[in-house]
């Protein structure tokens, strides 16, 4: 199985976001993934709610809304109302993670947890079996084009064998530094969904940059 590809709009154009979206729609992409970042979880600001339903007029591929937020349980609705077929809150910002996740899938949404670099894998130990996703952070969150953290492949690993232990069906998400140079490295250690944004933006052809990412075995 080739890994799931989903190229992160915040490196798009914004002034041509309509036509970024119409490109990964056209694309072998599986995921429209979105960043939203509040300025206090992560240093950064990025969009909110009305940049999702934009997106979300045009997609035709299902979008993947990574919450770099506190409190993301007063938005959990409001996010999935504006088009979102996964919601991934970090454990880090989640005191009541169960609660949230049972939330994000009373709604029908696929739910996701996402780590820090710096946070271990064995405290998704209680609650690997009740998510779909496992997003990696392999850089600090908050800005784009950051270097990648070597330590994740040891995080990957790890996740694959607290998965395997624990019966989960979760995937594994790589968000930060992917690159056509470690992908398949990252595929290749348990990897299952690959995040791109400044990879994929910036290149002169994304879609074959997307199409390279996909088929990287």
């Not at 992560?42 to 997609?59: D, K």
């Not at 591929?61 to 938005?75: C, S, T």
């Not at 994929?200 to 052809?205: A, H």
């Amino acid at each position: 199985m080739n890994p799931l590809i989903a190229p992160s709009i915040l490196a798009a154009d914004f002034a041509n976001l309509q036509k970024e979206v119409e490109m990964i729609n056209g694309s072998v992409a599986d995921f429209i993934h979105l960043d939203i970042m509040d300025g206090v979880f992560v240093p950064n600001i990025s969009f909110g709610l009305p940049v999702v339903e934009a997106v979300n007029r045009y997609a035709k591929k299902p979008l993947d809304v990574h919450l770099m937020i506190v409190e993301p349980d007063k938005y959990l609705e409001a996010f999935h109302k504006a088009g979102a077929a996964q919601i991934t809150v970090h454990l880090e910002a989640c005191p009541h993670l169960h609660r949230t996740i049972q939330a994000i899938k009373a709604m029908h949404c696929k739910a996701g947890v996402a780590i820090n670099p710096h946070t271990p894998v064995r405290h998704l130990q209680d609650i690997i079996r009740e998510v779909d996703t496992v997003l990696i952070m392999s850089v600090n969150p908050g800005f784009g084009g950051q270097e990648f953290i070597g330590n994740t492949y040891k995080k990957i690993h790890a996740l694959s064998e607290l998965i395997v232990e624990t019966g989960s069906h979760a995937k594994i998400q790589i968000d930060g530094g992917v690159s056509l140079a470690n992908a398949k490295k990252l595929f290749e250690a348990g990897a299952n969904v690959l995040v791109a944004g400044n990879l994929v933006f910036s290149s002169e052809n994304p879609k074959e940059t997307i199409n390279k990412l996909k088929f990287i075995i």
